[in-house]
């Protein structure tokens, strides 16, 4: 009876011992996959920004009684688009804002409306970028008379693209007095401005894919 006691007894023990040390042995192996994941992001670089395009200021200013919204993008194109800039095919780009009052008993109401068309496009004579800066559609139409601004380099170009200085929204009776506005800013490569082989060559490319979009409540600076 003795024996048979302590057989009985002992069991239970015995059978626990095997998943006590596969549970200790989990637990050691996620704390080394933890410790190996920290150390792998502390030794890795920090990550480069993405090509494409990204907001990184937006202001609405008024000056006298007039209002204008000012944005600062990071431009960075990638291989394709720059080949297609290299072989002197322009690029169009759009830039858009506006100002929407909202209201409980109807259809939001848009109170002011802005576009701005840029026009981007190497000079292999003069090796040099020149971007044309026009309220409408820039064709050969009208190429004329837009703005026109001459880089040294694409780097100096696409900064000057992405500081969308002054955009006249309208006047402040027109718009309100308030010191809070609701503001939608849009940022796009215009690709239907493409010769239209390279339209239909885009399908499903996302390199081409250079938007941006944001809807914010802007306080109005004041700006002699």
């Not at 308030?178 to 503001?183: A, F, S």
């Not at 914010?216 to 600076?221: C, R, S, Y």
Request: net charge positive; aromatic share 6%.
């Amino acid at each position: 009876m003795p024996w048979v006691s302590t057989t009985a007894s002992s069991t239970p023990c015995c059978k626990s011992r095997p998943a006590e040390r596969e549970g200790l042995a989990r637990r050691r192996l996620l704390g080394g996959a933890l410790g190996l994941g920290a150390c792998l992001l502390a030794a890795a670089p920090p990550v480069a920004w993405a090509q494409g395009a990204e907001l990184a200021q937006l202001r609405l200013e008024r000056t006298g009684d007039e209002l204008y919204l000012s944005a600062a993008l990071r431009l960075a194109l990638p291989a394709p688009v720059q080949d297609v800039l290299d072989k002197g095919i322009a690029l169009h780009f759009v830039a858009e804002a506006e100002i929407i009052r909202q209201r409980w008993y109807w259809l939001d109401q848009r109170v002011a409306h802005v576009v701005r068309h840029m026009r981007l496009a190497y000079q292999p004579l003069t090796r040099r970028w020149r971007l044309n800066i026009s309220p409408v559609p820039i064709t050969s139409a009208i190429s004329g008379v837009t703005l026109n601004q001459n880089f040294d380099s694409l780097e100096e170009a696409l900064q000057a693209v992405g500081r969308i200085g002054r955009l006249r929204l309208g006047e402040v009776r027109d718009i309100g007095e308030e010191r809070v506005l609701p503001v939608v800013f849009r940022f796009r490569l215009d690709t239907s401005q493409l010769p239209r082989p390279f339209q239909i060559g885009l399908m499903g490319q996302s390199d081409w894919n250079l938007a941006v979009e944001r809807s914010e409540k802007l306080n109005v600076e004041t700006v002699p």
